[in-house]
């Protein structure tokens, strides 16, 4: 397992750094390519409906209960 990674995402017009272990990132993109969505519309979607959490944390939860079985 590798490190965090860094990386930029545009929301709602303002760029932003979202800062997400490699197997996440993977696994966030390919849930948007699925979904036939750019990466940052998916994270503005994501934003939108995060409340108090961070934007990392609220990507992570996301891709969590998209691949958890329900």
Do not use: C, Q
Request: glycine share 6%.
């Amino acid at each position: 397992m590798n490190g965090p990674e860094k990386h930029s995402l545009t929301l709602h017009g303002h760029r932003t750094s979202v800062t997400l272990e490699p197997e996440f990132w993977k696994a966030f993109r390919e849930i948007a390519d699925e979904d036939g969505k750019a990466i940052n519309l998916l994270a503005a979607e994501i934003d939108a409906e995060r409340g108090d959490a961070n934007l990392a944390s609220a990507i992570r939860v996301y891709v969590l209960r998209r691949f958890r079985p329900a």
